[in-house]
């Protein structure tokens, strides 16, 4: 897998931009999505199926750009795994929960909202148009992230950053199995997937 993240990077960049006077439109993507190894774990979360799609909306000229909020807000890779406590991403970014390493307890919210806002600033001034990113993840989980040992509803972080903005948000699982994705992409393989 890590050998199609060159040919991955190399299609990011479409030549027939779509979007406004400004420029392409934005799809905001978790990193690990795109086969770079960032995870917690040190590992990639995407699947050749998912990133075959991504490119698909490279090709139509969309700005497919991958941020990883977490090695923005300055934590190592491989770290410790970490969990939303006392709220969800919406609640850390109102100063009413916190996210704590799962090891130990160490509180490491400051990164997780560095970082979330980092990973903003990334995909530039406007909006993106649409975001795809990790399941379940403390910092990009939507609509259910880890939090308080579980998962619960609620979204990671960065995604209720995104989703203040008003971004449609989309986790890998949930995106790769609906048709819409497939008619983003100009595939008629998801309508089969999606049932």
Partial sequence: MAGSTGQLRGVLHGNEPIGTDRGPAVVAVSACLLGLPCRYDGDEGGSDALRRRLEALARIGLDVRGVCPEQLG?????????????????????????????QDGGDVTDAFVRGARQARAALGEHAPVLAVLKARSPSCGVRRAWQDGEVRDGDGVFAALLRKEGVPLHDDEGFLATAAAGALAGDDEATTEAG
């Fill in 74 to 102: 300055g934590l190592p890779t491989p770290r410790a795994s970490a969990s939303l406590h006392g709220g969800d991403g919406k609640a850390v970014l109102l100063g009413k929960a916190q996210v704590q390493r799962n």
